[in-house]
Each structure stands twice: as structure tokens, then as C-alpha cells.
């Protein structure tokens, strides 16, 4: 049923719970003990983004602009003119999404291997309000030729994505989430740029396919196991790196089920489902319901009432398994 | 950096000369582009290019090469053309600006040409690149790293917001290797600058950020190779050269008029521009 690389733990109530971007912080590390040209930058928000890990140890690597996003990100492609890895981290709302046009043409178009952390993705930031809440930068990064965009679903895939990131000569773009995260992963989990991996599969085979992305990753997997119990067989497609996209797993997935339900803390227009539907409508279209932020801004709350609110929580994705299969 | 002789620097007067008339020839070709700016900066591309910067045409990618960021991406012309000169190019090449398949786009693009340290156009963003190298080589190499830092940025851009971030954080890491060349002509798209968005004072702006100001004549070679070589003797700072030029620099029909900032000439004005430069040499 799980995948039998996961964390046993994921169904118990005192699951262990981390921010994601503790995983890029840690990676970060890891990532610069191996290579010397990895260097950060940030933008007044070293700590909150967890470069602060990496800051520490090596402090002549890393640069404090201030509250610059787009110098951030332009003195981070001068850097990659200059040989060095540069990873330059603030919150998705400000990076990507203040200093979008700098992405696309100094690192972007000139193919620099700028890597943009994203953190406080997604609308569970919370209290903040939707100022705060990306709920658009997996649209404004796919969009890039050459831009590579990740979104890891917990702490531990986020720390695979953050190495792999460093070893490869192009952008990328990595999507961090703040609230604490159930382990999904371990560290036994495979982890591939452009590979999508099966997280929950029932014996038999699917009636439903749900394709997630991020931290809603482990609340398809509730939904899976719900339906599970019922005898109704849903399969669970854990998509971390959007572009390149596994085209292949998702038409084997929709082969297999004829019904497809996408699932991601963003923007329906634009995000993973609309990556998911590009992909089936041109290989092999079947009907699909999308999960995600339906055209609106979020708001303050706490994060578990934003993703009730917004039709991303485990109820919502229960009743769109239920439409999609009656739409087959 | 050499002395700089009298002979030397008659020669590069006229190898300026010739650069823009490259110029005239490759806007009139074009059909397009950005004449005033190209021409009002054809002294200081040539000053850099065969005077000041370490470098090598015939290895573009030498390690070694002192780094030129041209940030003000619309005036290409005179980057192309001063390259071609210099034997980056063949100077036929040059024809092919903005045309379909050249490697001469209409805004630099180093997928296109692999030796450029960048691509540029949306103004504003060359600066803080420029800041970037010299910081990931001062990381390699010290504080006192041989290699030099240039960035040419027009007046007009200077309205963008990510300049001013750049130089605040150029003056903050005290970027003593990266000397950043204004040009000052005093016209952008709509306009004159000081109507559409006032720079001035310029001078003591860029000194209440820590800067190293110079102002001198943009057309002077002497002026301009003097400013460098003082640039790179400050040791505590970055530097900044305010050239004052003339739009449409050596083209009197061209000259201080913000129309041409934007446009080509057509065959005829190109004509009688040639004529008029080649009567200068």
C-alpha cells in the first residue's frame, strides 16, 4: 500500500512533524561541506528561510543584501558568471514573485545556475495574511525555459532536492513550505530532478489518481487510505520537481485509472494541476478535478482553517475522488 | 596600465571614428535600433577596449580577462561593433544586426554570443551583476585580486530601483575593484532626463552612498583613461565616472537630440552621416 521506502510512522497521530524549509537549511550545508563554489545570499530573512544554517558555518561565502530581493537575485547571477553555485533565499512572495523579471532574464535567459529558495510558500504562512501567501510562483517559475522548479513535500525531500539542486549547471527554483510538515520520506526514499515517484498504491488496481505536490502531499495519502478502507482503490502520485515534469508516470497513472485528481497549495491557473492537464490533454485525456486556491487571495488564519477554507483540506479531496469517478 | 602616448592616443581617435561609422552602417542595415547612445559612447567602448581592459580576442573566455557588464543593453551597436573591431567578430558580421538568425540580437543575448559576461536590455539589473562577480572573486581571489570590474550604465536607468541596491551594496562590501561608468547624455526614450525623472545632483548622489565620483568629458580619451587609473587607486571604495557625452556623438543632425535615442537613420542620413565622419578623420 505505502510505498515501503516511507515512514511507517505517517498514519499515527504523533507523526514527527517539520518545517520544510528546516530540510533546505540542513541540505544547504551538506551541499557546501561537498562543493567550495556553493554560496548564499539572502534578503533580510536569514533566519526565517534557514540559510542561517550555512551563513554560520560559512560566513565568507554568504551575503546579506537587505531588503533587496532583486539585487538578491542579480548579484546572485553575477556570481554564477563567476563560477560559484549561489543559492539565494527569502519568502516566494518577494522571490520569485517581487523580482520575477531579473529571474527570467539574468539567470533564466542567460542560463546561470542561480538557485531561488522559496520559502513560506503556499497560503498555511497564516496569520500574515494573503499579502504573505504565494500562492502564484510555481506559475511564474514553470513558465521559464531553462528553469528547473521543485516542491519538495517534507523536511527530508526538501534537503535531496537542495543537494541535487547544487549539482546541476541550471536554475532552479525550489518551493518551501513554513508550518511544520508530517515526515512523509525517509532517507531511503529516491530522489531524482524530473522523476515522480508512487507514495500510495492498493493492492488492486486504482479507480482514482491523485497527483500531489508539496505538503498536501500527506493529506492525499490520508484520503488514499480513507478510501482504501472503503475498498476503493486510489493511488497517490508524488510529483517534486514540476519541470521537467515525469510525463510518463502521469499517462501510465491515467492510463491506469481514467481519472485524475490534482493536488497543490497554489493557484489552480498555472500550478500542477494545469501542468498535470497539459500533459493529459495532449497524451491521453481523461476526466480531472483540480484541488488547489480557485481564484482568490488568502487571508489570515491559522493554517489548518485557510486550507479548510479554501478546499484543500482532506474533506475537499474526498469529495473530488468521489466527482471524478463519477465523471469516468 | 600603459602610459598613454599621443600617438596612441590619436590612433584610438580615429579607430572611434571608424567605430562609428560601423555604427551608421549597421542602424541603417538594421532598420532599427538605438543611434544616439551608440554614437555618444563610441570613445569610452573605445578606450576600454584598446587601452584599459585586460583582455584577449583571440581567447574571448581567458580566465584572466578583466569583466565588462554593459548594462545599458539598447546601445549594442557600439558594443558590437567596438568587438568586431577589436577582433571578436568579423567586422562583416556586423551587417547582420537585429536580423533573424544572428548572433548580433537586438538586446545582447550570450546564448547567441557565448564570450559576453551577460545578457542585458531590461535596464537596471547590470549593475548589482557586476557587483556579484567582483564579490565571487574577492571570495577566490582576496581583496586585492588583479582583475577589474566594469559596469557602463546609461543615465536613464538610472531611475530603476535596482541600481540604488546595488550601489548600496557595492559601497557596503567596499568593492574597491568595480568602477562603474555613467553616460551622461542627458536624454532617455520621452525625453530629456531632467524632465522625465531628474538625476541631479548626480555627483553628490552617488558620494552620499560612498561612492568614488569623477566627472569628466565622456569624448576626452585622456579624461577618460585618467579616470580609470585614478578608479583603480582608490582602495577603500567603489568608483563611479560621470562621462558627460553628446547623444549622437560626431552626426551634428544626431546631436543632443533625444529623438534619435530610439531610432535608425535611414539610407540617406546615413549617407550624410558617413560623409560627415569620414571629413572628422
Given at each position: 500500500m505505502l510505498n515501503s521506502s516511507l515512514n511507517k510512522n505517517l498514519f499515527n497521530e504523533n507523526v514527527e512533524k517539520v518545517s520544510i524549509r528546516f530540510g533546505f537549511g540542513e541540505g544547504l550545508v551538506l551541499a557546501a561541506d561537498k562543493d567550495k563554489n556553493v554560496v548564499g545570499l539572502c534578503a533580510d530573512l536569514n533566519e526565517s528561510s534557514q540559510m542561517s544554517l550555512f551563513a554560520k558555518k560559512y560566513p565568507l561565502r554568504f551575503v546579506q543584501v537587505g531588503v533587496a530581493e532583486q539585487n538578491m537575485v542579480t548579484v546572485a547571477s553575477g556570481m554564477a558568471a563567476m563560477g560559484k553555485i549561489p543559492f539565494a533565499s527569502s519568502y516566494a512572495m518577494f522571490s520569485p514573485g517581487r523580482n520575477w523579471e531579473q529571474i527570467r532574464t539574468t539567470i533564466a535567459y542567460n542560463d546561470r545556475p542561480v538557485k531561488i529558495i522559496g520559502s513560506h510558500a503556499g497560503i498555511s504562512v497564516g496569520p500574515d495574511g494573503g499579502t504573505h501567501q504565494a500562492t502564484e510562483d510555481i506559475a511564474l517559475m514553470r513558465v521559464l525555459p531553462n528553469m528547473i522548479v521543485l516542491s519538495p513535500c517534507d523536511a527530508i525531500e526538501a534537503k535531496k532536492a537542495t543537494i541535487e539542486a547544487a549539482k546541476i549547471n541550471k536554475p532552479v527554483y525550489i518551493r518551501l513550505a513554513r508550518e511544520k510538515t508530517p515526515?512523509?520520506?525517509?532517507?531511503?526514499t529516491p530522489f531524482e530532478i524530473g522523476k515522480a515517484q508512487i507514495f500510495f498504491a492498493p493492492p488492486m488496481d486504482a479507480q482514482v489518481g491523485i497527483i500531489a505536490t508539496g505538503a498536501l502531499v500527506h493529506k492525499a495519502i490520508i484520503v488514499a487510505q480513507n478510501f482504501a478502507q472503503k475498498g476503493i482503490s486510489v493511488k497517490v502520485l508524488n510529483i517534486a520537481?514540476?519541470?521537467?515534469?515525469d510525463f510518463e508516470a502521469i499517462i501510465n497513472l491515467a492510463e491506469e485509472t481514467n481519472a485524475i485528481v490534482s493536488v497543490e497549495e497554489h493557484q489552480v491557473v498555472g500550478g500542477l494541476g494545469s501542468a498535470v492537464a497539459e500533459v493529459l490533454v495532449q497524451n491521453y485525456p481523461v476526466p480531472m478535478e483540480l484541488i488547489g486556491i480557485h481564484d482568490k487571495y488568502g487571508q489570515s488564519g491559522t493554517p489548518d482553517e485557510l486550507i479548510e477554507h479554501y478546499g484543500m483540506g482532506v474533506p475537499s479531496i474526498e469529495r473530488a475522488v468521489e466527482r471524478v469517478m463519477q465523471r469516468k | 596600465m600603459l602610459q598613454l602616448t599621443d600617438e596612441k592616443k590619436i590612433w584610438m581617435e580615429g579607430k572611434a571614428n571608424e567605430i562609428r561609422q560601423s555604427v551608421i552602417e549597421m542602424l541603417v542595415e538594421a532598420g532599427s535600433g538605438h543611434s544616439a547612445g551608440s554614437l555618444g559612447m563610441a570613445d569610452i567602448f573605445t578606450a576600454l577596449y584598446f587601452f584599459v581592459l585586460k583582455h584577449d580576442p583571440t581567447n574571448p573566455m581567458w580566465e584572466e580577462r578583466d569583466r565588462l557588464v554593459l548594462?545599458?543593453?539598447?546601445?549594442?551597436p557600439v558594443y558590437y561593433a567596438t568587438l568586431a573591431h577589436a577582433?571578436?567578430?568579423?567586422?562583416?558580421?556586423?551587417?547582420?544586426?537585429?536580423?533573424?538568425?544572428?548572433?548580433?540580437?537586438g538586446h545582447p543575448h550570450r546564448e547567441y554570443l557565448k564570450f559576453l559576461e551577460t545578457s542585458s536590455?531590461?535596464?537596471?539589473s547590470g549593475l548589482s551583476q557586476a557587483v556579484g562577480m567582483c564579490l565571487a572573486d574577492r571570495m577566490d581571489n582576496g581583496k586585492y585580486s588583479p582583475k577589474q570590474f566594469y559596469c557602463l550604465l546609461s543615465d536613464?536607468?538610472?531611475?530603476?530601483g535596482n541600481i540604488w541596491e546595488g550601489v548600496m551594496l557595492g559601497a557596503k562590501e567596499r568593492l574597491q575593484n568595480l568602477t562603474a561608468i555613467i553616460d551622461r547624455n542627458n536624454i532617455q526614450i520621452e525625453g530629456y532626463t531632467e524632465d522625465v525623472m531628474p538625476l541631479e545632483p548626480l555627483k553628490e548622489k552617488w558620494e552620499s552612498f560612498n561612492w568614488h565620483v569623477q566627472v569628466i568629458d565622456g569624448h576626452n580619451i585622456e579624461q577618460i583613461v585618467g579616470a580609470v587609473g585614478v578608479a583603480q587607486a582608490v582602495f577603500d571604495r567603489p568608483s563611479v565616472i560621470i562621462a558627460n557625452t553628446i547623444p549622437g556623438k560626431g552626426v551634428s543632425f544626431m546631436e543632443r537630440k533625444w529623438q534619435w535615442h530610439g531610432k535608425p537613420p535611414t539610407k540617406e542620413e546615413g549617407e550624410m552621416a558617413l560623409s560627415e565622419l569620414r571629413s572628422m578623420k
Open positions: 515526515l512523509i520520506t525517509t532517507e531511503d520537481s514540476i519541470r521537467p515534469l | 548594462s545599458s543593453g539598447h546601445i549594442c577582433g571578436y567578430l568579423p567586422l562583416d558580421e556586423l551587417k547582420t544586426l537585429r536580423k533573424f538568425g544572428s548572433r548580433l540580437q536590455g531590461p535596464l537596471g536613464g536607468e538610472l531611475d530603476e
